[in-house]
């Protein structure tokens, strides 16, 4: 089994920043794309941002310029480091990871968080 674990969440006023950290453990050969999401209430789930195993990076057009993600491979972990922070960034925030297992290398299999509240006011 494969655990999700986030962390960085919480209140910070707009212009602020917040940093999240989303680490895996379990059995896990390697982990092939990370990314984040968010969900806003009453809001479908959105992505925020990809990274791939060799470094490249895609962001959503709404946080381009202000959040950067990044990944350290030998721990397992992606983090979004989040400035200039807006009200409408206010969310719930998901990691989510492509795992491939040790037993079965020819397959991915995906994994979420649980989720951490980015709360932005004004």
């Known amino acids: 089994q494969v655990q999700l674990v986030e962390s960085g969440g919480g209140l910070v006023q707009a212009g602020g920043s917040l940093r999240l950290s989303c680490a895996a453990s379990?059995?896990?050969?390697?982990?092939?794309?990370m990314a984040w999401y968010r969900q806003a209430p009453r809001n479908q789930r959105e992505l925020v941002a990809t990274?791939?195993?060799?470094?490249?990076?895609n962001y959503a057009d709404s946080v381009k310029g202000r959040f950067t993600i990044s990944r350290d491979n030998a721990k397992n972990t992606v983090y979004l480091q989040m400035n200039s922070l807006k009200l409408e960034d206010t969310a719930v925030y998901y990691c989510?990871?492509?795992?491939?297992?040790?037993?079965?290398?020819?397959?991915?299999?995906?994994?979420w968080g649980q989720g951490t509240q980015v709360t932005v006011s004004s």
């Open positions: 990274i791939t195993s060799g470094g490249s990076t």
């Open positions: 989510s990871m492509e795992v491939v297992k040790p037993s079965v290398q020819w397959a991915t299999y995906n994994y």
């Open positions: 379990g059995s896990i050969f390697k982990i092939n794309t």
